[in-house]
């Protein structure tokens, strides 16, 4: 079984910082390779989007409203991300992501339980 831990979400005041870990563990019974590592936010009524996303090459893409205050960094099977100057827009549930192509044809998402990240005064 598969397992994604996340942790680091908290209250926080506009222009704070915090630090998002995931880690996968587990066996995986099949042979793999990671085609990337992410992570998602969603708020209540809205649809999940990404975040950040970091490839097996090492290429990363943000969305646009944080770009150059979040940073994902990591290197399987953990994987961060470095939050500053955050905003009330930030205020959502943040979940880890990992997309492995199993048995060099099949690609598998996992994911983290989510982690609430709340920035209020």
């Known amino acids: 079984q598969v397992h994604v831990v996340e942790s680091g979400g908290g209250l926080v005041q506009p222009g704070g910082s915090l630090r998002l870990s995931c880690v996968r563990s587990?066996?995986?019974?099949?042979?793999?390779?990671?085609?990337?590592m992410a992570w998602f936010r969603q708020t209540p009524g809205k649809k999940r989007e990404l975040v950040a996303l970091l490839t097996n090459t090492g290429a990363t893409n943000y969305l646009d409203s944080v770009k150059d205050r979040f940073t994902i960094s990591g290197s399987n099977p953990k994987v961060y991300l470095q939050m500053t100057r955050l905003e009330p827009e930030d205020t959502a549930v943040y979940y880890c992501n990992f997309n492995l192509r199993v048995s060099g044809h099949t690609d598998v998402d996992y994911w983290g339980q989510g982690t609430q990240v709340t920035v209020s005064s």
């Open positions: 587990g066996s995986i019974f099949s042979t793999y390779t990671v085609n990337s």
